[in-house]
């Protein structure tokens, strides 16, 4: 069971807007950096947002993250074939002295 | 570019050890906080554990406390993971991952593809 829970699975068809929520705790989300990461089949994890909302260069402003309170969340608009991966939230947790990470979101483009 | 890879998986049995390896090009890990991050066949990421830009900070998930140790040879560039006393439960593939350093935030934004250790009598 991980310490940041995360809905198993999102679905959405090509052009709409999808949600992935991260929920956590005050020693984790509240107080620390939310990051957001894509792992396509196969391959190995990228990062797509750090600090909460901010995009590395290379990653679309189709992706957006936002946090609030404990809980934190990625929003991909205009959805493309290409976005159908896993998506994992992550933020240091105080309390474990450790990163802990979501348990992943399966996102399917139908 | 930035490159990372791991080395020394493969199949043991419990209770044994293996030192993985992670050889970094492209940045000098002395510069840069580096972990370990794990994914078991068909599951979720886990992080296993962390060192410091300068080695004084290490940090490790309870689930391998006292079993694996983290450690770097700054003059070969190189990353090592040394694992004790391995359970069916460790099997997993390992990612080497490089810590940025991105406007006060620190995330992980380069991957190895990893190695994979498979426990199993």
Redesign the interface.
Known sequence: QSVLTQPPSASGTPGQRVTISCSGSSSNIESNNVYWYQQLPGTAPKLLIYGNNQRPSGVPDRFSGSKSGTSASLAISGLRSEDEADYYCAAWDDSLSGLVFGGGTKLTVL | QVQLVESGGGVVQPGRSLRLSCAASGFTISQYGM?WVRQAPGK????VT?ISYDGSNK????SVKGRFTISKDSSKNTLYLQVNSLRPEDTAVY?CVKE?V????????S????TLVTVSS
């Open positions: 972990h979720g990421l886990e992080w962390f940090q490790y998930a309870d990612h940025g991105y406007s006060g935030s620190y995330p992980f934004d991957w190895g593809q990893g």
